[in-house]
């Protein structure tokens, strides 16, 4: 595992909120393509290590190197580093006061300086992709659940970035429209996009998955590729969780 | 605080304005309209039907009007302008800024708009020589930036903190996640508190008449302190108020309902 290029490289990170710990000593590699799920019970400190991955969460002590970038390294300019890790929200916090499509092109145009006709018709290519061209024009609370995440998403991927992190993207949607997002997750993961995902949902683990990694009280219990995670979990604590969750 | 007020964070708001006229509440709509038709025929019939004194009133009044205006839209765009700083150094996580800012509320919101006015007037004159109109927007900017501050305040932490985060994740940095995704959404929620201020600031502009500056109360005191009219010259400049505030709560509230196209399904 350590011949292949390690995108994002984690290790030993701790992280803590007063007096709790979120994260202890966590280390793990993700290699370009890889697509990572990452499981365990609220209050894990999976979705704090996923937001450690564009330095919305700092940690206190360890190191994480993305895409060559040392994020804690003065030098770098951490906005540059964001823009090529994209990150989904469990409340799709798309802009509220811009157009779906407009939540597109504002990354590219004001960031990457793309022209904004240019910006526009990239932006509509990757609305039809995720399934929502005809909603363009519309406000983002005019949008159901899904189509809203669908749009994140999408906004996300305008910016072209390398990595793609996802934070519990389907918790906050009704279960019918569950089924939209991930088709849409499937088929990026499909493309080889590079890809973290905090999830319950076990179908999709099973289906997209390399590494799944189990954390419990901010720590990885376990990491391994899914047949042999749900099949053959080694820790009692993994078995348990699948018990209660399957 | 109690409940009530914590639950709605959303909405910012500080009661010195006049109430704006609101379609969906039809008890404050026929207010506005019955006041607004009752200024009106007041405002027309008393210089028709009483031309003595009211017609000479209506003759002397209009650059009082055209006064009380500038000191108006003078002082709140610099009131805007200070209040903008100062929310964001309430906001700011630089010590320095943010300690400033706040004091600055603290003072002004201790001392009365009359008596600073007087203050930042002699403390001005004792320094460098403005011209009164200057002296009384400048102190009027002063008084109202540190209210304007807290409505901006409250306006850009309504704001869902995952709007910052989205935006942070995107590549943006702190000023321009402010310049373009907070503060347009903060204006929506900033603009009703504002447009109160404006017309709380437009009534109390009425103070600068005592530092020489002659706006529409000003110029009643010389008319009624020449012709003795007193209680029709008051009259009438209650009126002209009255009609002015009513007429700027009418497009405020059009204003707002414009400014939010896009939570409307």
Known sequence: ?246 | MDEGKSSSREVVEIGDGAAIPDPGDPGLFSAWWISFIGTILLLVGLPLTTPDPYLRIVRFLPDGILITFEVTCASISLAMVIGLITGLGRISRNRFFNLAASTYVEVIRGIPLLVQLFYIYFALGRFVRVPDLVAAVIAMAICYGAYMGEVFRAGISSIDFGQTEASLSLGFNHRQTMAYVILPQAWRTILPPVGNEFIALLKDTSLVSILAVSDILRRGREYAAESFNYFETYTYIALIYLIITLILSKLLSIMEYRLSYYERR
């Open chain 1, 1 to 246: 595992m350590n011949d292949a290029e390690a995108i994002i490289d984690i290790s030993g990170i701790t992280k803590r909120f007063g007096s709790f710990t979120a994260l202890d000593d966590v280390s793990l590699r993700v290699e370009v393509g890889q697509k990572v799920v990452v499981l365990g019970p609220s209050g894990s400190g999976k979705s704090t290590l996923l937001r450690t991955i564009n330095r919305l969460e700092t940690i206190d002590s360890g190191t994480i190197i993305v895409d060559g970038h040392d994020l804690y390294d003065p030098g770098e300019d951490i906005n540059k580093i964001r823009m090529e890790v994209g990150m989904v929200f469990q409340s799709f916090n798309l802009f509220r006061h811009k157009t779906v499509l407009e939540n597109l092109t504002l990354a590219p145009v004001k960031l990457k300086k793309i022209p904004v006709s240019q910006a526009r018709q990239q932006a509509m290519q990757l609305l039809e992709k995720v399934g929502i061209g005809d909603k363009a024009a519309s406000y983002p609370i005019q949008l159901s659940g899904g189509q809203q995440q669908r749009v994140a998403i999408a906004r996300a991927l305008a910016m072209n970035p390398k990595i793609m992190l996802f934070d519990e993207p389907t918790s906050a949607l009704d279960p019918e429209m569950i089924g939209e997002v991930l088709d849409v997750m499937v088929t990026l993961a499909r493309e080889g996009m590079t890809m973290v995902v905090v999830t319950h949902e076990m179908g999709f683990a099973r289906e997209v998955a390399d590494v799944v990694v189990f954390m419990d009280e901010g720590r990885i219990v376990e990491m391994a590729d899914p047949d042999t995670f749900f099949s053959a979990p080694v820790h009692d604590r993994t078995a348990q969780f699948l018990d209660q969750i399957l």
